[in-house]
């Protein structure tokens, strides 16, 4: 479902990632773990093809980085689900839009839009917060959006950047149980993180990664 191999990608600055190789199975937990500057959003960045390897492949379903199109990419991004440390919400919208707009744009019928925002609100707890706006919610309540927005397309598997890095541990702890529900009901989440502590408190495989390298 989701593969690595020899994967290399290098910023014109010479920091980057090399002979980066792992696969994820179907409902896998797994942590990318590492120190500041390791390399781990640079592997996520990988995986949704903001930067394309130099060497090496990916494979996420059908779609190989090899043979992917640029027109192909967001077909691509459509099977994976994608948070931030920093929510990147639409402040223009309210919390239904901010979710509702990554199925508009792929024409999909009001009426399956409408069930299928709902229903994602409600798994991130947060039904009664639709109308609000992204500037009148906590920093909590506005990853639980990012993580209803991340799902509502059912992706084959949710990658999290950092996702608690803004949060106080009691926000933090209530968003890695949300995070971990969606996990146990069969969806493939990927979690970068230098907290190694918070990684070995669940019950994932850890991957480690220094200094661009896996070890
Ligand atoms: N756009 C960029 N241009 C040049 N160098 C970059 C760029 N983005 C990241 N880097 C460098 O690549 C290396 C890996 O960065 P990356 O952001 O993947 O690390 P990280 O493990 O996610 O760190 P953090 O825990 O701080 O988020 C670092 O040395 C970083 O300075
Ligand atoms: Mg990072």
């Known amino acids: 479902m989701l593969e690595l191999h020899n994967v290399k ?13 792992f696969r994820i199975n179907p409902g896998e937990l ?3 773990v590492g120190p500041s500057g390791a390399g781990k959003s640079t592997v996520l960045k990988s995986i949704f093809l903001q930067e394309r390897p130099t060497e090496g492949h990916v494979i996420v379903g059908e779609y190989n980085s090899l043979f992917v199109s640029r027109q192909e990419i967001p ?9 931030f440390q920093d929510f990147k919400l639409l402040n223009d919208r309210d919390v239904f839009r901010n979710i509702s707009f990554v199925l508009e744009v792929i024409g999909t ?32 309540e506005q990853q639980r959006v990012a993580i209803a ?39 493939s989440l990927l979690m970068a993180t230098h907290n190694f502590a918070l990684a070995k408190a669940y019950n994932g495989r850890i991957i480690r990664i220094e200094h661009g390298q896996l070890v």
């Open 9 to 21: 990608f290098i910023y014109p600055t010479g920091d980057g990632i090399q002979h980066i190789t």
């Open 30 to 32: 797994v942590f990318l």
């Open 75 to 83: 077909y691509l991004r459509r099977k994976l689900g994608i948070v």
């Open 109 to 140: 019928r009001s009426k399956v839009i409408k069930r299928r925002v709902l229903r994602a609100l409600a798994d991130v707890g947060l039904s009664h917060k639709s109308r609000k706006y992204p500037e009148e919610l906590s920093g909590g």
């Open 149 to 187: 927005r991340a799902i509502v397309n059912e992706p084959y598997i949710l990658l999290a950047d950092e996702p608690t890095g803004n949060l106080d541990p009691d926000t933090a702890g209530e968003i890695m149980d949300v995070l971990m529900r969606i996990n146990m009901r069969g969806t």
